[in-house]
């Protein structure tokens, strides 16, 4: 699966098997822009468990893709930046 997680959102990798697509159809790598070329749904799926970035949880940054129940509101990190902040993706 060559294209998961390269930065453009494929549908045919956008499924839970791979991953949905490491997130390109959500823009987790990218702070939220999404590159649409290459699918038709272009959807921002995931798992109802899905946490984008687990090893930036409570790494004292607000990571906003990470802002989400589903990954503990970033551990916190966000608690200061109601808005969403400005997301730290970087690394
Ligand atoms: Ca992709
Ligand atoms: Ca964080």
């Known amino acids: 699966m060559a294209y998961v997680a ?4 494929d549908d045919q990798s956008n499924t839970q098997r791979c991953g ?27 798992d109802e468990d899905f946490c984008p970035f ?3 949880i409570g790494d004292g940054m607000c990571d906003k893709a990470n802002n989400i129940l ?15 902040g400005l997301g730290a993706l970087t690394g």
Do not use: I, M, P, R
Request: hydrophobic share 20%; glycine share 20%.
């Open 6 to 9: 390269n930065g453009e959102c």
């Open 20 to 46: 949905f697509d490491g997130g390109d159809c959500c823009g987790f790598k990218t702070g939220g822009n999404v590159t649409k070329g290459l699918c038709f749904d272009c959807d921002c799926k995931h």
């Open 54 to 56: 687990t090893h930036k």
């Open 70 to 84: 589903q990954c503990a509101f970033d551990g916190g990190d966000c608690a200061d930046f109601e808005d969403g």
